[in-house]
Each structure stands twice: as C-alpha cells, then as structure tokens.
C-alpha cells in the first residue's frame, strides 16, 4: 500500500534541483528538431498547491522553490525558462502558490513532434493525473512505472527521456530501480535517463549507486545537493543520476546549482562527479 503523496514535499530543495536537471534536459535535447518520447515513471498528481494544508504542513517549499522566488536573485540563462513558467502560473510580488510537478514541467515544453507518458500507481495521485492530463497529447498509466517503462521500449519517437523519480517507500526500490535502468538502457542505449535519489542518513542510496556501478549502463553522471544545515535523521540531500546527458549539460547543471546554492536560498553544497564514466 502506497502512502507517500508529494504535496507534502512539493517544491522542496530536492525538487528545484530535480526540475532544474528535467528542464534542462528537456530543452537542449529540443536543439535537435527530432521528436522526443519522453517518459515519466512516477509522475505524482501534476499540479500542487503551495499554500494547502499538505504543503503548509511541512513548510520544505518554503526552504526550497519559495526561497528562490523571493530572494530576487539574477538568475542565469538555463533558469529563466523556469521562472517563466512560474510567473505564468503565479501573480507577481506574492508567495509562490501554484507549483508544476514533473508531468507538467514536461508538459509546459512539449513540442507538437514530442510525445509524453507519464505511470503513477497511487490511486487518488493516479486519478489527479488523469483529470489533469484530460484530452491533451499526453498519456497516462495507472500501473507501475518501471514495468510499464520497460513495455514502452524502445519508442517509436527517434529520440527517448526518462525520469524516473520513485518515492522509495520500500528499501528494494533501490535495487529494482537499478535493475530497470540497466534493462531499459540495454533496450534503448541512446536514451537519456534521470534517475532521482533521497541522499539518506541511513546512506541506503549507496544501494542504488553501487547497483549502477557494477550494471552495464554507460556514462553516468552524478549531481548532488547536500544541505548545510541537515536534519538529524532522515533526508539530507538530494541526488540526480544522469545517463548520456546532452554534451554540454555537466557545466550548465552545475552553475545553475552554484547559483542557488547560497544561504539566501537553498543554503547546499553541490557536487558533480562521472559516477560512471564513458
Ligand atoms: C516523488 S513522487 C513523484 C513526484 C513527481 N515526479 C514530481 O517531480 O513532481 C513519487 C510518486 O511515485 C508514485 N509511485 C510509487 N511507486 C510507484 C510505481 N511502482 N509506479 C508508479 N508510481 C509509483 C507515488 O505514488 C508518488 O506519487
């Protein structure tokens, strides 16, 4: 039974990075005019409310996405598309209140020649989903991503970007999301992957990394928060693993974290590393 929901964690430190690394992938992939499958293994509900009483529970957007908002900073380039959407959603000169899950960041930049699929096995998150995907060029699966990842593969699009952002409610979710990596790319080698990861006081996630270490995938890059001020127990950072990132993308991820990484916002230090290289 699934009990984990993302309202509660919207827009926390962990999503700005995750977004950051998705929409950045997103859009130097669409240099290229070829269309894009693009695939979202755990989507959530699509669409969060900043100032419900989910969110306002924990306050971790108020650490996160909100501090950003706020803090006027001048954001680079790769930021600005973004924030753009953000102010579309949001009036100007108040708090943060609308905030795009991952279905919608990929939504917001879909091309009429990309195709987008998004799995979400909880049965209200799945029914959210389903109503916020309505009639568009958008379809969705009520089954588990990582299974109905692999039946996808390889898509029928030239070109394929996965997200795969679980929840990690069960510790042999770690292993099972190496597994599905290492078989999704031998179906698909040419693929980008994204591959989220709560950096935890227990260190499980050195699981997962170990397991795409001895596996067969190829390059892997690895992009970590850690913050400054962490919680005694529980999740201290946030980690991102990045298969055939666009050339170019290690540098322009890593200064849009630099940008955001000081105690006026997400208050992290940052890392870079091939945690696998070519
Ligand atoms: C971290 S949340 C997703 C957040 C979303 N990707 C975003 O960035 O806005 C993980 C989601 O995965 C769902 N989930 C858990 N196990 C799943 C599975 N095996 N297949 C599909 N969805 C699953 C959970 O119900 C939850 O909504």
Redesign the pocket.
Known sequence: M?S???GF??GNFA?VQ??AAQVLALRMMQAKPGGIACF???????L?DLSSERSRKTAEADQGVQKLWAAGLSLGDDWQPLLAVLTKMNPPGLPLRKYP???EWFRRFQRAQDAFTA????PT?GEQLSDWAGRGQVRVFR????R?LLRQLPPPAPRLLV?M???Y?IKS?YQQVADTLGRAWCKCRHGVYLV?YPILTTGHEQVLKRAVVDGPVKPVLCSEVHLKRPPTRGMVGSGMLVVNAPWGFEERLAAMLAEVSGEEALDVSTSMNWLVPE
């Open positions: 699934l984990y929901l993302h964690h919207a999503d995750k977004h979202d293994t755990h989507a959530g509900s699509a969060y899950g991952s279905p799995f979400e096995l909880h998150e089954e588990d991503g990582l109905g997200l952002d679980p929840s409610e979710d989220w």
